[in-house]
DNA sequence: CGCCTTTGACCTGCGC
DNA sequence: GCGCAGGTCAAAGGCG
């Protein structure tokens, strides 16, 4: 299981983005990929100063190590959340017991009952419903979006039995529902804001920390923000915003793990990537994966474990030799 | 009075 | 075919 999730790091749909102390902002690879996408004599087009060559190559070594970094990182992670993303069945190629995607199957007629209501200009519902299952048939249409999922969790008073996890958006509640595998009531609620917008929410407390609010988004808002407050948690709309250092979503390039460790200011909420439940020590886990002790050793191990590994080396011979310019 | 929440009933898909 | 479980509906009640 893990020899899956480490192979499909490179090659499956499943991706991870790292970001690791390279900038306050939460996506250095953008930056990244500005450098590298233009070529070392063009950069700085926008400056007042021209970049020298020099210059030019230190940035590229430094984007390069990063980039090496970030791909340890993602290595690490990928060990660490292995058997947890596994047993979630964010792996496109399993079969999961319990599928993540919460159209498949059951909901496929009732959604395409409610499409007749708002088959408007909305984007993420297609006319006959079945297009809203895109998560098995975006692959074979490029124009379809899947729907996107993303989970988010949030640290309440566990004396506090309401189920609401404020995001800035309006939610009518439509329903609740007592599941199996929890004791805590799962609450279900709808985006209030449009009455078009498809998206909806699913609030439950954790199973093992009473305190931990999980909150599952399903699709993505058709309209903007109605208030958009900082330090609120990230709807699925967008996604990419928040102040969790740590997300799992689903959207139709695939299930995407994004750690974000330089957003260390406050306390690291702990993301519940295991569907059941995951055992008590991953909280553990995820605190001791935002620690500088923790990822300074992180480092060294990786480095070490890399460079002692033949393929590892083989490939990055391979991958040297090919950067060479042709004698 | 209108909106929202609650909650039991119903629907649907899946596994056996 | 039947039972189970998740998801949704809709009537009833509460609240401002």
């Known amino acids: 299981m893990d020899a899956a999730w480490r192979g499909g790091v490179g090659c499956s749909p499943v991706c991870l983005d790292l970001c690791v102390g390279l900038s306050p902002v939460r996506e250095p690879s953008a930056a990244r990929h500005e450098l590298l996408d233009r070529p070392a004599g063009c950069r700085g087009g926008g400056d007042s100063k021209s970049m020298t060559n020099d210059e030019a190559m230190i940035l590229e070594a430094k984007v390069t190590q990063m980039s090496e970094e970030n791909r340890r990182l993602t290595e690490v992670i990928a060990r660490l959340y292995g058997g947890q993303i596994a047993r979630l069945g964010l792996d496109g190629s399993a079969s999961p017991p319990r599928p993540v995607s919460p159209l498949s199957g059951k909901k496929r007629s009732r959604e395409s009952m409610e499409t007749a ?124 915003g928040g102040s969790l250092p740590c997300s799992i979503s689903i959207n139709s390039s695939g299930p995407t793990i994004t750690l974000d460790l330089t957003k260390n200011g406050g306390a690291v909420q702990v993301i519940e990537a295991a569907h059941p439940p995951p055992p008590p020590d991953l909280k553990e886990v995820c605190r001791e994966v935002a620690s500088p002790e923790f990822r300074t050793a992180l480092v060294e191990q990786m480095a070490s474990a890399l460079t002692s590994d033949p393929k590892f080396t083989g490939a990055l011979a391979a991958a040297i030799l090919q950067k060479l310019p042709e004698l």
């Open 117 to 240: 209501n708002s088959c408007d200009a909305n984007s993420n519902r297609h006319q006959g419903g079945d297009a809203d299952h895109a998560e098995s048939f975006a692959a074979d249409d490029g124009t379809c979006r899947r729907i996107k999922v993303s989970r988010v969790c949030r640290r309440i008073d566990p004396s506090d039995t309401s189920l609401v996890v404020k995001d800035g958006y309006q939610w009518r509640k439509y329903g609740q529902k007592v599941t199996r595998d929890n004791p805590s009531p799962r609450a279900y609620f709808r985006c209030a804001f449009a009455p078009s917008c498809p998206v909806k929410k699913k609030v439950q407390r954790s199973a093992e920390d009473s305190s931990l609010l999980v909150a599952t988004y399903e699709g993505e808002h058709n309209h903007p923000h109605p208030s958009p407050r900082a330090g609120e948690l990230p709807a699925a709309a967008g996604g990419a």
